[in-house]
C-alpha cells in the first residue's frame, strides 16, 4: 500500500510503502527447535522506499542491506554513493528489512522489549519467548517479506542487489522465488554452502577461516602502524583489569569488545580510522564515546548481535561459532584482532545485557535449512557476484564454491575493494556488475 510520495533535492522521488505480513511464513517447524515454543502468529507492517528519478517507468531493483538487523539508509542525493548509478536503469526499492527501521523494529526501550510480538498485541518479555519469536526474522522470512511487497507493488518480477548478509538473503531469494528474479547481483554476499545437506559444516570452520583472515590484516595494520602495537596492549590490558573500561552507555569494555576493533579493518579507510582512535588518550572522554561508536555490536541494532551467527546456519545449531573457531593463540596475542565474532561477553553488561539470555537461547537454536543445493543448481536465473579476495566477513574459500552451485553465474573476484566495496567505490561496483551482467566485460 503507497502511504506518502515526495521529491527530495537531487531530483529524487521517494514513494513510501508498507505491506502487512504474517510473522510466521513456514509454519510450526521454523520454532520447532526451541522445547515447549509454539509457531508465532499474526500479522507485522513491513516498510519500503522506492527511489526513482520521475521519469519513464523503469525495471525495479530490491536492495537487500547488510546486516542482519540494520535497516536502509533514507535515501538523499548521493547516498547511497551508489544510488546514481542504480537510478540510470533502475528505479530502486529499499527494504527496510523485518525488525529494522519502519519495518517492525525490535529493540530494548525504557526497561522493556520491545517489538517482540505480533501487531497490535503486547510485546512479549519472557527472553525464550523473545528468542523463539526471533527465529521468524532470519533471511527465508525476508524472502518472503519482499515477495509479498513485489505483488502490492504490481511487479511480475524484478531484480536484486545484495550486499553482505543481503547477499545471503539473494541467496535464498534464488533457491525459493527464482521465477521472481531477473537478475541477482552480489556485493560480498556469497555464504557458504555445501554441494550437499548431508556435507553441511559447522559454522565454527568458517569462524575459524575469518579469525585467520583477521590475523592477516591485524599484523598488516601493526606493520603500518608501529607504534600503535604499545598503543594496543595497554588497551587490552586495561580492558582485562577490573570490570574493564566504562563507556558511557555503562558497557564495561572488556577484552572482546577490544579485540572486535579490528572489525574497521575489513573495510575501506578503517585502518585510518583505528589509528586515529588509538592516540586518543584512554581516559579522555572523546575516547570513550569513541570507542563506544567505534564497536561492531551495540543495543541501537540488537538483531546484529543477537542473530549475527545465525546467519550462517544452514539446518544447524551455532552454539557461539565464532569462540569455539577461535584459535587458541588468539587469547595470548591482544595483537590478533577480531571482526563480526560475537561471543557471550558482549552481553555481559550495558544495553546488550537484557539480551544475553535470548542470544543463548537463540545459539542453541537448531536452524532449519536456509539454502538447499539442487534449488541452487536448479535456479536458471543471471547472477553476477563482486567477491572481494580479502574480504574479513564472508571468505573467498567460500563464496566461490558456492558461486559453482549457480548455472548462470559471472564472478568478479577482486583485490582492489573491501567488503564494502558497493559503498567505497561511488558506484563503480555496480556499474561493473551491470556491465558484466549485459555483456560478460568488466570494461
Avoid at 224 to 248: N, S, T, Y
Avoid at 325 to 334: F, L, S
Amino acid at each position: 500500500m503507497l502511504v506518502d510520495s515526495y521529491r527530495l533535492p537531487g531530483g529524487l522521488r521517494i514513494d513510501e510503502r508498507r505491506v502487512r505480513v504474517p510473522v510466521d511464513h513456514f509454519g510450526a517447524q521454523a520454532a520447532a527447535g526451541l522445547p515447549g515454543r509454539l509457531a508465532a502468529v499474526g500479522e507485522i507492517d513491513v516498510a519500503a522506499r522506492i527511489v526513482s528519478t520521475g521519469e519513464a517507468a523503469k525495471p525495479y531493483l530490491l536492495f537487500l542491506q547488510g546486516g542482519p538487523g540494520s535497516e536502509v539508509p533514507g535515501p538523499v542525493a548521493g547516498n547511497p554513493s551508489w544510488l546514481a548509478r542504480a537510478l540510470e536503469d533502475y528505479s530502486v526499492v529499499l527494504l527496510d528489512q523485518r525488525g529494522t527501521g519502519l519495518s517492525h523494529p525490535i529493540g530494548y526501550v525504557d526497561g522493556s522489549f520491545r517489538g517482540t510480538s505480533a501487531r497490535g498485541t503486547d510485546p512479549v518479555q519472557d527472553s525464550g519467548a523473545v528468542a523463539a519469536f526471533l527465529t521468524h526474522f532470519r533471511a527465508d522470512a525476508i524472502v518472503e517479506d519482499a515477495e509479498a511487497l513485489r505483488r502490492d507493488i504490481g511487479c511480475e518480477s524484478w531484480s536484486v542487489m545484495g550486499q553482505s548478509f543481503g547477499g545471503f538473503t539473494t541467496l535464498r531469494y534464488l533457491a525459493a522465488h527464482p521465477e521472481s528474479l531477473d537478475l541477482a547481483i552480489f556485493t560480498g554476499g556469497l555464504p557458504r554452502v555445501a554441494g550437499s545437506l548431508a556435507d553441511t559444516p559447522d559454522p565454527a570452520e568458517l569462524y575459524t577461516t575469518t579469525w585467520h583472515t583477521l590475523r592477516a590484516k591485524s599484523q598488516s595494520y601493526f606493520e603500518r602502524f608501529p607504534a600503535d602495537a604499545a598503543r594496543m596492549r595497554r588497551l587490552a590490558e586495561r580492558a582485562a583489569r577490573g570490570q574493564g573500561i566504562e563507556l558511557p552507555d555503562g558497557t564495561q569494555a572488556g577484552p572482546a569488545h577490544v579485540r572486535g576493533l579490528g572489525h574497521l579493518l575489513g573495510a575501506s579507510g578503517g585502518a585510518a580510522a583505528l589509528h586515529y582512535l588509538l592516540a586518543q588518550d584512554i581516559d579522555s572522554a572523546a575516547f570513550r564515546h569513541d570507542l563506544l561508536a567505534a564497536l561492531p555490536f551495540s543495543a541501537r541494532n540488537p538483531l546484529y548481535a543477537v542473530l549475527q551467527e545465525s546467519c550462517w546456519a544452514n539446518g544447524t545449531a551455532t552454539t557461539w561459532a565464532g569462540v569455539r573457531g577461535m584459535p587458541r593463540a588468539v587469547a595470548t596475542d591482544p595483537l590478533w584482532l577480531a571482526g563480526e565474532h560475537i561471543a557471550p561477553e558482549h552481553f555481559a553488561t550495558g544495553p546488550l545485557r537484557p539480551w544475553r539470555p535470548v542470544a543463548g537461547e537463540l545459539a542453541a537454536f537448531s536452524w532449519p535449512v536456509m539454502w538447499e543445493p539442487d534449488a541452487l543448481r536448479a535456479a536458471e536465473v543471471p547472477v553476477v557476484a563482486a567477491v572481494y579476495y580479502e574480504d574479513a566477513y564472508v571468505p573467498r574459500e567460500y563464496s566461490l564454491p558456492t558461486a559453482g552451485l549457480l548455472p548462470r553465474v559471472r564472478t568478479w573476484v577482486t583485490s582492489e575493494y573491501e567488503h564494502n566495496g558497493l559503498r567505497a567505490s561511488n558506484g563503480v561496483v555496480l556499474d561493473k556488475l551491470l556491465r558484466l551482467a549485459r555483456d560478460g566485460s568488466l570494461v
